[in-house]
């Protein structure tokens, strides 16, 4: 079983793996967040592409915050599949 990894190693792999999905995606910018266990707040751990400067404002971000992100995150915003089934049977 492999030890479990430094925090500064742990932030290297996230930064890396941020980096190949920006790169692979061809995104302008990239933004992750963290949901600590027990916490009901997202916090901002990877930004790329943007100065934080202008993503200071969404640092944390509450799960029950009334934006579209958050219903993403939290799995209640409806899926595209379910989007499309909607849209499908709105036609007929």
């Known amino acids: 079983m492999r030890p479990a990894a430094s925090a500064s190693e742990a932030a290297r792999q996230l930064d890396a793996a ?3 999905t920006v790169r692979a995606t061809g995104a302008s910018v990239a933004l ?4 600590p266990p027990g ?6 751990a990877v930004v790329s592409g943007a ?3 202008i ?3 969404w640092a944390r971000i509450d799960l029950g915050a009334p934006i579209p992100f958050i219903a993403y995150a939290t799995g209640s915003a409806p899926r595209h599949d379910d989007i499309a089934l909607l849209l499908i049977q709105a036609s007929r």
């Open 18 to 20: 941020v980096a190949e």
């Open 32 to 35: 992750v967040y963290l949901l």
């Open 39 to 44: 916490e009901r707040v997202l916090h901002l």
């Open 51 to 53: 100065p934080r400067r």
């Open 55 to 57: 993503t200071a404002p």
